[in-house]
């Protein structure tokens, strides 16, 4: 089965530390991003990737990074310096020239106190 | 103003009913149309697309005015498994083809 894979579903850290979101997909997919969504808020997109070894920053990059070494990867960071990195995150991905289209992974609920 | 705005609804509904939501956009320059569909707790998942001649997708249809810039979504004879959030999505022409979600319209259909 072709899909996209986030994990974990639920992860908890402490204030301070950097965490690594991981998604992967086998959809042969060249774009890939991560978005960020909070209650009552639309889905804010935090970095995307249209192919190997490159990324652009989206709306909310700052205390995130990213890499992309690997077509089906595209792991997301979010660091100590996020300042409300308490969010739902998806991870999403798209045949090159069909933007529009976008598979979204399960997403993985961060909490950090 | 916002780029895309949704009624937040809640929209409670019995089944059977015929239901429509609005999305405005601010953005002259916006090129491509969609609804999402998100369930409780779970992934977006494009519905579908948003022509301008509009659209019709079984129980559903889509309409987009360019010269007010809106779009919305119709549901007819509402399902319980119609029960979500719908997310509108806009596309601007512009090279990176980033989508922009609206905040989404909540709607439960109810026995």
């Known amino acids: 089965d072709g899909g996209i894979t986030q994990s974990p579903k639920y992860l908890f850290r402490k204030e301070g530390q950097n965490v690594t979101l991981s998604c992967e997909q086998n959809l042969n997919h060249d774009a890939m991003y991560w978005y960020r969504q909070d209650p009552g808020q639309g889905l804010r997109l935090i970095y995307y990737?249209?192919?190997?070894?490159?990324?652009q920053k989206g709306d909310i990059a700052e205390g995130y990074s990213v890499s992309r070494e690997k077509k089906e990867s595209f792991p997301l960071t979010v660091t100590s310096a996020q300042k409300n990195p308490t969010a739902f995150y998806l991870c999403?991905?798209?045949?090159?020239?069909?933007?529009?289209?976008?598979?979204f992974g399960p997403g993985t609920r961060l909490t950090v106190t | 103003r916002k780029e895309v705005e949704q009624d937040p609804g809640p929209f409670n509904v019995p089944e059977g009913a015929t239901v429509a939501f609005n999305c405005t956009y601010s953005n002259s320059a916006s090129q491509s149309f969609f609804w999402y569909r998100q369930d409780c707790r779970k992934e977006p998942k494009l519905l579908m697309s948003v022509y301008s001649s509009g659209n019709e997708d079984g129980r559903f249809t889509a309409q987009l005015n360019r010269a007010s810039q809106y779009i919305s979504l119709l549901i007819r004879d509402s399902k319980l498994s119609d029960s979500a959030t719908y997310l509108c999505?806009?596309?601007?022409?512009?090279?990176?083809?980033?989508?922009?979600f609206g905040k989404g319209t909540k709607l439960t259909v109810n026995p």
């Open positions: 999403a991905s798209s045949i090159g020239d069909r933007a529009y289209e976008q598979y």
């Open positions: 999505v806009v596309i601007y022409q512009g090279g990176s083809e980033k989508l922009v």
């Open positions: 990737s249209q192919i190997v070894n490159d990324f």
